[in-house]
């Protein structure tokens, strides 16, 4: 006898979703030099179109994206978002500012009693719907996404009462009392979001949250374990990257079905070459033979040479890694070219255009 299958969540109604994606990410330079995070290309699409796929899953429609670095390359690319199924409109800050006040910034464009707001390089599996009823069952001024960690000390983290009512927004520390973080997901009642001071950058973690909480509001907190990643460093967008490749990360926007690798149109993979670990091989891009790609995303036009070894590495457009160099946890920039034989290893960062010559330089950041 086989289960009934699950029937599909039921869509989200009566919610709206505000992107931010403003951040200048300059943990991820070079890559952000020439394209904003949530624009990088992240097995196979910009990274923002994974969340989005997320979005539009739940039902929901209309999204207003929260722009300032490089704001116009968004609308360049999913202008009003019809192809996709969605309405997407934009926001420009003139000058950043900062999370809360990127979402006070959109507050005339909001219609919907309930607003999910997104940090914009969030790889997440947490239930939409679910997120939202919870809001609505607690009669919230906010709902934050609250995920468990193995290790929570790298992030404040957010205790909650039996009710799940955030308690505190406690600072990193050695020895946190509780596993869950805030994921970078909230839902917000659309009139919280009007009395956030408007003009100048406010900081939803460090002034508008501790200051509801001291107000007396009702701040809910959602737990669960699913899938996260903040891919705001190169370790993490790589791992996010090959995550989403090998289909552990969820993602309605990937281009072709999981496996190993993804190779874009126009990719060449020589025969006596190995790409695995989720590594995303760009359009036009070229691995030669003998060389080895383990969990690594090269963009469009790279090359790696013959015997080279890539491993937890991003090769920018047009980057060149030259015969038997190894490159483990090494960011490069555009165009930039790897001489033969070079080792560069983890946290190593070559910025665009750079060429360093054949003989075998050695770098490690750490
Ligand atoms: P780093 O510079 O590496 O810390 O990255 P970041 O600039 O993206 O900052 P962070 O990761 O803390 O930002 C979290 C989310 O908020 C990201 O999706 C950013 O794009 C977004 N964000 C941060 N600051 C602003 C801002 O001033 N305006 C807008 N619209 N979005 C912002």
């Known amino acids: 006898m086989t289960a009934d299958p699950q029937p599909p969540p039921a869509p989200v109604r009566g919610?709206?979703?505000?992107v931010l994606v403003g951040g200048r990410g300059v943990r991820l330079r070079p890559l952000t030099l020439s394209a904003p995070k949530p624009m990088l290309p992240t097995a196979g699409v910009p990274f923002l179109s994974h969340l989005l796929s997320r979005i539009r899953a739940a039902g929901i429609e209309h999204v207003v994206l929260g722009t300032s670095y490089k704001s116009?390359?968004?609308?360049?690319?999913?202008?009003?978002g019809a192809d996709l199924g969605l309405e997407i409109e934009y926001v420009v800050e003139d000058e950043p500012l900062d999370t809360a006040g990127a979402i006070r910034n959109v507050a005339d464009r909001l219609r919907e009693p309930d607003v999910l707001v997104f940090n914009g390089d969030i790889l997440c599996g947490v239930d939409l719907p679910e997120l939202v009823r919870t809001h609505r069952d607690a009669a919230a001024d906010v709902t934050l996404h609250l995920v468990r960690v193995a290790d929570p000390r790298s992030f404040g983290c957010v205790p909650t009462?039996?009710?799940?009512?955030v308690t505190?927004?406690?600072?990193?520390?050695?020895?946190?009392?509780?596993?869950q973080i805030n994921a970078g997901c909230y839902v917000f009642r659309r009139e919280v979001i009007e009395d956030i001071p408007a003009g100048r950058p406010v900081s939803v973690e460090r002034e508008t949250f501790?200051?509801?909480l001291a107000s007396g509001a009702r701040l809910q907190g959602y737990v669960d374990e699913s899938y996260w990643l903040d891919l705001g460093t190169p370790a993490a967008f790589v791992r996010g990257s090959a995550d989403l490749v090998r289909g552990i990360a969820p993602s309605d926007a990937l281009p072709g079905a999981p496996g190993e690798s993804l190779l874009l149109p126009g990719a060449r993979v020589d025969a006596d070459a190995v790409v695995d670990g989720g590594s995303t091989v760009g359009?036009?891009?070229?691995?030669e033979a003998g060389a080895a790609v383990h969990g690594?995303?090269?963009?469009?036009?790279?090359?790696?040479?013959?015997?080279?070894v890539v491993e937890r590495s991003v090769l920018g457009a047009g980057a060149e890694v030259g015969a038997g160099a190894v490159l483990r946890g090494a960011v490069i920039g555009d165009g930039a070219r790897i001489g033969a034989g070079c080792e560069l290893l983890d946290g190593a960062r070559?910025?665009?255009?750079?060429?360093?010559?054949?003989g075998g330089v050695r770098f490690s950041a750490d």
Request: hydrophobic share 45%; aromatic share 8%.
């Open 161 to 165: 009462d039996a009710d799940g009512r």
């Open 283 to 287: 359009a036009g891009s070229v691995v």
């Open 350 to 358: 070559v910025w665009p255009g750079v060429e360093l010559p054949p």
């Open 296 to 308: 690594s995303t090269l963009f469009d036009a790279a090359r790696v040479a013959g015997e080279a």
């Open 210 to 212: 501790p200051g509801l």
């Open 72 to 80: 116009e390359v968004f609308a360049e690319h999913f202008g009003d």
């Open 15 to 18: 919610a709206e979703a505000v």
């Open 168 to 179: 505190a927004f406690l600072e990193k520390t050695d020895d946190p009392p509780v596993d």
